[in-house]
């Protein structure tokens, strides 16, 4: 691997290429017109444009993408995460064209990027599902089998993700008033209408576990995230290890993500998701065929560089470790910091007339701007990350105070007093949340 073309925007973007410096492997950034004074596209041995704003004409324009990796003579293109990541048709054109694709077999994306498929392949390989259906013919098929189950109900798209294409139910007006705005949602954003309903578990809480395999039929965990702050179906802090759940589900969690994982042949780094119910029953939810964005606290906590995992794997490379020999060292907690309204939700593009932030031990903020630069209303409205470590939970809920008050962004609006907020909630200083805390916190 000598050259790679990142396929991506951002922060997700720096810090592909940041691993690849390391290892002394040039990269290339394609950018839209909107991100061309980005540091993503400084960062880049070589920079190519692709096309105006809006994803469509951009970062999801497959022909452009290709051309530029012809141009610059990439040999490997990394998706990062969201776009075209988890895209089979995208990784058998990077294939076909002779180059090498950073991520999992585009069989296996195709197989769980069908949220139907993967839980009929779940139920298959022993890994219990939340109780569902399978795809939807019409909006009376949904109401008949919401009302065995009894409400609410989830109705998702089968090819979403990240929260798009998702809407929690309460009664049958609701669900039948929904059901044609989620199938257009859905067909708008992942190009496949189809939808299945779930049932929807109450004060919940939404776990996953890190998996990575290589070509050689190794499947490793590198332990578990407690990803229960949400809004809107949307992580907003993650956190690793969870700071509650019992040992005994820790393991069998581990086990199940195992499973998951050899029932689709998984080939790199990937996340298995998990719902949880207030007796620790868990469900398997989705499985991730990328890099996670909260991947940096299971960085924190076992020392590795999950890119590079990537890219050792994409290079044919055997795993030089055996799962008890993966370290366990403190905890880290993630805070995503959003260029939005912290309490509507709405986003807040403007131009950043200051962003400046706090250095020192156990902190880490991976961005994806800096002072001067304009967020876009094009893209996802995140900006950055700050990832906070250290030797127990207690000490980095005091250091995550410290740092989050000494960020100093101004000419957006942005989630930073909710962040804050979080931190000071009983519920989440005690490690006992779920994934109604943000709601709680609205209503209080």
Not at 133 to 153: F, I, K, M, N, T
Request: net charge neutral; hydrophobic share 40%; with cysteine.
């Amino acid at each position: 691997m000598r050259k790679v073309l990142v396929a991506n925007r951002g922060e997700i973007a720096c810090r592909i290429m940041r691993t690849c410096r390391e290892r002394g492997v040039k990269t290339v950034a394609v950018f839209s017109d909107a991100d061309r004074d980005l540091p993503f596209v400084k960062m880049a041995d070589e920079a190519v444009p692709i096309g105006p704003p809006p994803v469509a004409q951009s970062y999801l324009k497959v022909e452009a993408i290709l051309q530029a990796a012809e141009k610059t003579e990439a040999d490997s293109i990394h998706p990062g995460y969201g776009f075209l990541s988890e895209n089979a048709s995208f990784a058998e054109q990077v294939l076909k064209a002779g180059l090498t694709w950073i991520g999992p077999k585009p069989f296996t994306i195709a197989q769980m990027g069908d949220k139907v498929t993967a839980r009929q392949t779940m139920i298959e390989a022993g890994v219990p599902v939340v109780p569902g259906s399978g795809a939807l013919s019409s909006a009376e098929e949904a109401v008949r089998l919401a009302r065995e189950w009894g409400y609410p109900v989830m109705i998702k798209a089968s090819a979403g993700g990240g929260g798009i294409g998702m809407h929690v139910c309460r009664g049958e007006e609701e669900l039948r008033s929904v059901f044609s705005s989620v199938k257009q949602k859905a067909q708008a954003y992942f190009g496949d209408g189809k939808l299945f309903l779930e049932k929807w578990l109450p004060r919940a809480r939404h776990v996953e576990v890190q998996i990575a395999a290589d070509a050689f039929g190794n499947i490793l965990h590198l332990y578990e995230r407690e990803c229960s702050v949400q809004r809107r179906n949307q992580k907003v802090i993650e956190e690793s290890r969870s700071p509650s759940i019992r040992e005994e589900t820790r393991q069998k969690l581990y086990d199940a993500a195992i499973r998951a994982a050899k029932a689709v042949n998984y080939l790199g780094l990937g996340t298995v998701e998990f719902i949880l119910d207030e007796s620790e029953q868990f469900y398997f939810l989705e499985m991730n065929t990328r890099l996670q964005v909260e991947h940096p606290v299971t960085e924190a906590i076992t020392g590795f560089d999950l890119v590079a995992w990537q890219l050792d794997v994409a290079e044919g490379k055997p795993f030089k470790l055996k799962q008890e020999e993966i370290p366990l060292q403190g905890h880290a907690i993630e805070f995503r910091l959003y260029a939005e309204d912290p309490v509507r939700f709405y986003p807040s593009p403007g131009k950043l007339n200051a962003f400046q932030f706090p250095a020192g031990d156990g902190i880490r903020v991976d961005a994806g701007v800096e002072e001067g630069n304009t967020v876009s209303p094009f893209y996802d409205p995140m900006i950055a990350k700050c990832i906070v470590s250290g030797c127990n939970r207690m000490e980095v809920l005091q250091r995550s105070r410290f740092t989050l008050e000494r960020f100093r962004v101004e000419g957006i609006r942005t989630n930073l007093p909710l962040l804050l907020r979080i931190l000071e909630h009983p519920d989440f200083v005690r490690g006992h949340y779920h994934t109604g805390l943000i709601a709680d916190l609205k209503n209080e």
